[in-house]
């Protein structure tokens, strides 16, 4: 079995997709909420603990919101639609 991998070799189709890739889908749909208001969001990684690292950009970047932003926004919608995520973190 491949769970360690996350391939989701013998698993449903709908099984198969990876941490990284629902996480992923999930930006992009907020994506366009923050670039209605001058930002962006690129997605820098996924980790083995399931901690999702962010960058915010444009006028997100530096906002004294962007905090508000990140905990009450983003890492809310992402824990909500991919129950593994552990944290969110903004990395400058």
Same mark, same amino acid.
């Given at each position: 079995?491949?769970?360690?991998?996350?391939?989701?070799?013998?698993?449903?189709?709908?099984?198969?997709?990876?941490?990284?890739?629902?996480?992923?889908?999930?930006?992009?749909?907020?994506?366009? #909420?923050?670039?209605?208001?001058?930002?962006? !969001? =690129?997605?820098?990684?996924? &980790?083995?603990?399931?901690? %999702?690292?962010?960058?915010?950009?444009?006028?997100?970047?530096?906002?004294?919101? #962007?905090?508000?932003?990140?905990?009450?926004? !983003? =890492?809310?919608?992402?824990? &909500?639609?991919?129950?593994? %995520?552990?944290?969110?973190?903004?990395?400058?």
């Amino acid at each position: 079995m491949c769970d360690n991998c996350g391939c989701g070799e013998g698993n449903p189709p709908e099984a198969q997709e990876t941490f990284h890739q629902k996480v992923k889908d999930v930006i992009e749909s907020i994506r366009p #909420a923050l670039q209605g208001h001058g930002g962006d !969001i =690129e997605l820098l990684a996924t &980790e083995t603990d399931n901690t %999702v690292r962010v960058r915010l950009q444009g006028a997100c970047q530096g906002c004294p919101g #962007a905090a508000m932003t990140m905990t009450m926004g !983003i =890492e809310r919608i992402l824990k &909500e639609r991919v129950p593994q %995520v552990k944290e969110v973190i903004a990395v400058d």
